[in-house]
């Protein structure tokens, strides 16, 4: 006969230890729930930190576009609005003989084409670019005249060619609404400015009018001739016009950059203050003097493509209740442009951002005519008893 302690530890006298097959299935369906819970989290905390980061991304893209513009509109104008009769005039120019291809259409400070139906505007912002500086230069009898006698084709006499260098390209202004003509400077000396013929600039005759009293030069340098516009793939694009090689060369500063809108900001009654914002082009001297700033709003978008429509509405541009403003509706107690961005059919899953800046044309309040409004006068004082 077995001891009692021996027949316990006998494997068919005691229970035997272990999980039975229904624990563990609910240990391994816990352990899924555990992890796709995780799983869950962890994608919706990545979501997140990318809409985050796409949302600051869009901040900065477009914060640097609106300074890129803001930069260059401050110095719209430079050289060439210092005298008021300029700015308006058609400029032409030829080389080797051939009008040249490219040139801005008229010398303003600023050019702004709409985009049709909302599509963005292209601004082209114009200064003169000199190593020193740029003044307009009056001239004096006698008188270029490209068909006169002597030294007459060949020879401006100027009161002061002050800034003025060999190789400059000037523009020969005969007064407000009138053509204005590129030519090259062959030759500068005290009190004289010459132009020889040549292959490149100088075509024979040309400027091909003869000057009169009134008439000046307007020192152009290699001209600075900027134009900011958006690309089909939502880049904000600088082109810049060369003179000399008379070619574009294009450089992309910002990527998401959706819609760029402009508005010139004009002087309508004569009171130094601007009062109506809009895109008329100015159709002569007159109108042209009364742009006194430009403004500019750029829509940034966020690189996120959402899974979500994250957007219901086309954003909106508070252009505040100071002055009127062509195509604004109420928003409140402001008034604001709407600002097309749903060019692409999946718009709504992506967020916007509206920059905005109002720039005054400080060269064209700079200029030498430029006369301040007469002030009110001063109220009646009243004397007390």
Request: glycine share 8%; aromatic share 8%; proline share 6%.
């Amino acid at each position: 006969m077995k001891p009692l302690a021996q027949a316990r530890r006998h494997p068919g006298a005691a229970r035997q230890g272990g999980f039975t097959l229904v624990e563990l299935m609910v240990g391994v369906t816990i352990g899924l729930l555990s992890t796709l819970v995780i799983a869950s989290v962890l994608v919706y905390s990545e979501g997140n930190k990318r809409s985050a980061s796409s949302g600051s991304d869009a901040q900065i893209n477009g914060g640097l576009a609106i300074y890129a513009v803001q930069r260059q509109l401050k110095m719209a104008g430079y050289g060439l609005a210092t005298d008021g009769q300029v700015s308006g005039c058609v400029l032409s120019a030829q080389y080797a003989g051939v009008d040249v291809v490219g040139l801005p259409p008229t010398l303003a400070p600023v050019l702004i084409t709409q985009g049709a139906s909302g599509a963005p505007d292209t601004l082209r912002i114009l200064a003169a670019a000199t190593p020193g500086f740029s003044l307009p230069v009056s001239l004096s009898a006698p008188f270029y005249n490209p068909a006169g006698p002597g030294d007459q084709r060949t020879r401006m006499v100027v009161k002061s060619a002050v800034g003025i260098a060999t190789g400059d390209l000037l523009a020969l202004v005969y007064g407000p609404d009138q053509p204005c003509q590129i030519f090259q400077a062959s030759a500068t000396d005290t009190g004289q400015v010459t132009r020889t013929d040549s292959a490149t600039w100088n075509s024979n005759q040309f400027p091909d009018a003869a000057s009169a009293d009134g008439a000046f030069l307007i020192n152009l340098g290699t001209l600075s001739d900027l134009t900011f516009s958006v690309t089909a793939d939502n880049k904000l694009r600088q082109t810049q016009f060369d003179l000399n090689t008379r070619a574009n060369v294009t450089q992309d500063l910002q990527s998401n950059i959706i819609n760029l809108q402009a508005l010139y900001g004009k002087d309508t009654d004569g009171d130094d203050v601007v009062d109506s914002f809009d895109t008329t082009t100015p159709a002569n001297n007159a109108e042209w003097l009364q742009v006194r700033a430009v403004r500019v709003a750029i829509v940034a978008r966020s690189a996120q493509f959402e899974k979500d429509e994250v957007t219901q509405a086309q954003p909106l541009w508070d252009v505040g209740n100071f002055a009127v403003v062509a195509g604004t509706a109420a928003c409140g107690s402001s008034k604001c442009l709407s600002l097309k961005v749903d060019g692409a059919t999946d718009w709504k899953h992506y967020r916007y951002k509206v920059f905005d800046v109002l720039v005054p044309l400080r060269n064209q309040v700079w200029r030498s005519d430029f006369k301040t409004a007469t002030p009110p006068p001063p109220p009646a004082s009243e004397s007390g008893t």
